[in-house]
């Protein structure tokens, strides 16, 4: 291909598909819309209209009305605050610096402490609170606040409804779509799984590759829930789509169990491998039934009686089977259902999870001293545009506590701040002191959104910049009504949010983020505490709550690049979440008074013995180790089929738990290193 022909075929508008035209033209549009209304209202801040079109710019429809659900009640929650703070502390700066900064920390606790919409509704409430109140601290009338909180109110919902109005026009690919997709793929993935992990080789892609499932998994979750806000139909699949989710953790852990049998089990049939593979080709077949499974594993079966390692791993693994074909039958009955069909599945809880108490005080923390330290800049120097520093401030803090690294992502925060301020110049003074209608920006405008929108989709790398150039654009360039052209002003403004993006990193660098070490250490211990709480005869938490609680925790650190807290984390949550569920099958036999339930009762006391909230002691486990396997011995020459039954069971147990041998005593320093 020549040099024209590639360059013209390089172009973003060229090499565009169509879903991207449809996503581009329609955020383009709906934030060229939400300008448009905003100005012709007479609102004294049109731009912010535009911003939030850009801001509830989601893909699907179900992240529109969710998101924008949740921008509303924020922006609602954060004026009414504003109003009530600034109302009763204008006169006095301290008391009103403090009262705010008091008031964004709240917020940005409360956004590490919720999750979902509940979380980006304080979100809003932070910042809008910020943009609100602080732009007023000139201000001697107080009558004004209420006036600048009702357009900056209205300027929200009018960005939302015109994003709202333009996904009805150009709709995007369904939720539903979107998740079932999602759902079928991830089903068909967890067999490549099985195949990985029920390999005898041991290397750090296995980890990975588990720690990527269970992410995907959970991220599904969100899909469900955007899913629950496009279509009534999956309102009423909901129960159903939940206890899908929580299916697929469940042969997640299936998988991760079979692979510590296999790991321990001295001499499995020759053959095994090769059933397996057979297994999982038919798997993937979807006219495959559980008597197609049940003759390719009959070659698998154990003929020895007494071979209770044998009989765990094929009762594992019959389990998984009936789970894959379960959740196979009922993912085509969603894929099939029509609006109106009605599924009757027992309800499961929601997945669980756990906020992490201590880093959620210590974002709020931050932020309160953020805001203290330019606000008391601005205040002492007499700062005209302290104002905007601190918006932007309180913009990152509360924004950027939540993010996995938020140092890179206040630096591209600054990366973007200073193009905008760069390219806001040459357009607010070269393009539109020359013009006299809103129509002729426009006309400049809707082409260069567009183009940054298509550019969004085409770059992957650079996605995160160009989101920030289009939402922070407005607010660079500052359309208002009428239009104020002061070069000073100008310059001051746009310095003042560097500035204050600036002392948001320094906030960050001073006041750290908890290390991955250290958190991971933090989630270990919940899990262990959960664990206990597992043994006891009436626990909290029931098996499938337990089960999505362990993921949730072990997702947490996904992002880490500290690969041994990744891998103690890990490796902590798969043995305890194995354990539970031997646990919870134990409890079958309480109903039982033979001497076999004693011998229940004995295992689960030697689970009490072993671990604690602090870890695991090593002396003990040791003994508990021998004393498994020697109840297991015992059991298998048992002339009961229950008896053996149960050595099965407990031979279970025993595979779990010795992967803890290397795991660090209690209460010794570096308890992350494995030869602690």
Known sequence: MNGPAFFWHQLPWVKATRPQWRYALRNGIAMCLALTV??????????????????????????????????????????????????HTLNDPWLFLLSMATWLGICTWACAHFTN???YAFQLAGYTAAIIAFPVINVVDTTELWDIAQARVCEVIIGILCGGVMMMILPSTSDGTTLISALKTMHARLLEHASLLWQPETHDGIRL????????????????????????????QNALLNALLHQQLRMTSAISSLRRMLLNWPNPPEHTRVVIESLLAALAQPQTDLYTVARILAPLAPTDEYDYRHRAFWQRLLYFCRLYLRSSRWIAVVENATPITEFK???????????????????????????????????TTQWESGAAALTLAAISCVLYSIVASPYHSLTLLL?????????????????????????????FLFPLLTTMQLLKLQMPKLAGLWGQLIVFMGSFIAVTNPPVYDYADFLNDNLAKIVGVGLA????????????????????????????????????????????????HVSQLNN????????????????????????????????????????????????RDVMSERGVQQRPLAVTLAELQRICDTLAHHPLPAARELASLIWRLHCSLSQLEQAPPPGTLGQMTPQA
């Not at 049109?46 to 949740?70: C, D, E, H, L, R």
């Not at 588990?210 to 009423?236: D, G, P």
């Open 345 to 379: 599945v027992p309800r499961s809880p929601a997945l669980a999870r756990h906020t992490d108490n201590f880093e959620a005080l210590w974002s709020g923390f931050r932020t309160f001293c953020a805001l203290m330290l330019v606000g008391a800049w601005s205040i």
């Open 415 to 443: 990366r973007t701040l200073v193009l905008l301020s760069l390219f806001s110049f040459v357009v607010k003074f070269g393009l539109m002191v020359q013009i006299s209608d809103l129509w002729q920006f426009l006309l």
């Open 117 to 119: 919409n509940v979380a």
């Open 560 to 607: 880490s690049q500290d690969s041994l807290s990744r891998r103690w984390l890990l490796r902590w949550g798969v043995v305890l979440l194995n354990c539970s569920h031997v646990v919870w099958q134990l409890r079958g036999w309480e109903t039982r008074s033979d001497p076999l339930s004693q011998v229940r009762d004995v295992c689960l006391s030697l689970l």
């Open 505 to 552: 990193w320094l906030a960050f660098a001073v006041l750290r983020p908890g290390s991955d070490a250290r958190k991971s250490r933090r989630h270990i211990r919940e899990l262990r505490r959960g664990f206990v709480d597992q043994l006891s005869r009436k626990p909290h938490l029931l098996e499938s709550e337990y089960e999505s609680l362990v993921y949730h």
């Open 209 to 236: 590759a588990h720690e990527k499932v269970i992410s995907q998994i959970l991220t599904m979750n969100l899909l469900r829930i955007q899913a629950f806000w496009s279509h009534y139909r999956f309102r009423r």
């Open 38 to 87: 905003a100005y012709y209202l007479n609102l004294d801040e049109p731009y912010w209209a535009m911003t939030s079109a850009a801001v509830v710019s989601f893909p699907t429809v179900g992240g529109v009305i969710s998101k924008s659900f949740g921008r509303i009640a924020g922006s609602l929650l954060g004026a009414t605050a504003a109003l009530i703070i600034a109302g």
